[in-house]
């Protein structure tokens, strides 16, 4: 019998992985259910550990290109275009920069980003492009997962006894539990703007505040996202949401008349070195630490942890133990 606390993408992920090794699993949840509540319901929903790499450890990149793979395995939709990341002109460097630090990509003329992009060539004159790189929409993917589990026998409940192996995946609402564990918050915007197209996640470079757009189709987008040191989950400040809409504008001047349908908050739960961690104290076992890479790095840190639980398999990465 295996207890999971959180039912956000890293339990959901943990569930699935506990639930293929032949486990009996039980999701505790008090807020019953995947819905904005959870701080991966505001995700980009971008698999792209190339571009995460650029200001992460190898392990995220490793790991996290294996993610792409697991989810189109339980379900979702994942979408295979890579990324576009451009800079406008007076940030080229940042883009030189960012082509120095991953070496997956490769550059495009107008000419090569017009033939991926063509809305964004009149404003752009190059750009890099990962191939290899995939996106999902968070939301439908969390919901499928739920039902999936549901249907292989999975108990989700808001509260009931804890019983047999309890894994803790409760995010930054562990840190009663965690105190090296804090709160990054994120500020995100869902527009509609039908007067442009995109295929891919595009990524803005810029150094103040960087910008990633994501499709959602039928016109819609998310735009992400702030990185702000707060445990702080409700309220985006007006700055915020300026400064987002301002990237996307200069991105693409018909972002100026989108209709505003969303303003998501949320902070996101990281250790210092922004890696997750597989913590063994206690009799508990605390997977955690997520931060910016929710649904890159989730298969990855469910499928060690069921495999320390149920084979007893010391995971290869991000392991400790107070044991």
Not at 36 to 62: F, I, K, Q, R, Y
Not at 287 to 296: P, Q, T
């Amino acid at each position: 019998m295996i207890t999971i606390l959180g039912g956000g993408v890293c339990g959901l992920s943990m569930a699935a992985e506990c639930v293929a090794r032949g486990a009996d699993v039980t999701v505790i949840d008090p807020a019953g259910g995947v819905g904005d509540h959870a701080c991966s319901w505001w995700a980009g929903g971008m698999l792209a550990p190339e571009c995460e790499g650029v200001l992460t450890e190898d392990n995220v990149v490793a790991q996290g290109r294996k993610a792409a793979l697991w989810w189109a395995d339980h379900g979702a939709d994942v979408t295979h275009k890579g990324t576009v990341v451009v800079a406008l002109g007076r940030d080229q460097a940042e883009l030189s920069t960012f082509a120095r630090r991953a070496p997956m990509a490769t550059w495009l003329a107008r000419d090569g980003l017009a033939d991926l992009e063509p809305h964004l060539a009149d404003q752009i004159s190059r750009a890099l492009f990962i191939e290899t790189e995939a996106h999902l929409d968070p939301r439908k993917t969390l919901v499928v997962l739920e039902h999936t589990l549901k249907a292989q026998g999975v108990t989700f409940a808001t509260q009931a006894a804890l019983q047999g192996q309890v894994i803790d995946c409760r995010g930054l609402a562990a840190r009663d539990a965690l105190p090296d564990l804090r709160g990054v918050k994120g500020e995100m915007l869902v527009v509609h703007c039908p007067d442009v197209i995109l295929s891919r996640p595009v990524r803005l470079l810029h150094p103040r505040f960087p910008l990633y757009v994501v499709p959602r189709g039928d016109g819609v987008f998310m735009l992400g996202a702030t990185q702000i040191e707060s445990g702080q989950r409700h309220r985006a400040s007006v700055r915020s949401v300026m400064e987002l809409m301002n990237a996307a504008y200069a991105l693409h001047p018909a972002f100026g008349e989108a209709e505003l349908i969303e303003i998501g908050v949320d902070a996101r739960p990281a250790f210092p070195d922004n890696q997750p961690r597989i913590r063994k104290s206690g009799g508990r076992i605390y997977a955690n630490g997520l931060f910016r890479h929710g649904f890159l790095l989730a298969p990855a840190l469910a499928r060690m942890t069921a495999n320390l639980v149920i084979d007893g398999t010391i995971p290869e990465v991000w392991y400790e133990t107070d044991n």
